[in-house]
């Protein structure tokens, strides 16, 4: 997203042109372009994926809607491992509509992160809980400081 102007292809290419080893990369670019091809442009032109973001969206309440953003996690996660990263960037979602429950939204993270860390890291893959600024919490991310991300990640060691 640094180079939103580059497609996949171009971004490759300027890296390994400008000697840049290693990539971040996103999953909206990673999947339009298919996972296993972007692996293999990658790992041509002799880089390594640094880390692929993002997965999280981890806060809802609704239990259909909390399935479904899991399976989005594990799909992110079986991403990451194709892409030959030991990282994924979550970020970990906003209040759900309604809610004013920061603690509540924290704490389901939480229970996400129980289910879905030995899932990681049976694959090699780190979560990497990324905080973002208060003014996000409403909609994107309620972990607002590294305290709170380090807080719910020594929860799980691995």
Not at 1 to 9: C, D, F, I, R, S
Request: proline letters at 5%; a negative charge.
């Amino acid at each position: 997203m640094t180079v939103k102007q580059l497609g996949l292809e171009e971004l490759v290419a300027a890296c390994a042109e400008l000697e840049v080893p290693g990539v971040g990369l996103w999953r909206e670019p990673v999947q339009a372009y298919g996972v296993e091809a972007a692996a293999k442009l990658v790992r041509d032109a002799g880089l390594a994926v640094t880390t692929l973001c993002r997965g999280g969206f981890l806060t809802a309440i609704d239990p259909q809607a909390r399935v479904r953003a899991l399976d989005d996690n594990r799909a992110a996660v079986d991403e990451a491992a194709a892409l030959g990263t030991d990282t994924l960037v979550l970020v970990s979602g906003g209040l759900p509509e309604g809610s004013k429950d920061l603690h509540g939204a924290r704490e389901r993270i939480a229970d996400a992160l129980a289910e879905l860390g030995p899932y990681a890291a049976g694959r090699g893959v780190r979560l990497a809980i990324e905080p973002l600024h208060p003014m996000f919490a409403s909609d994107r991310c309620v972990v607002s400081t590294l305290a709170q991300a380090l807080d719910l990640a020594e929860r799980f060691p691995a």
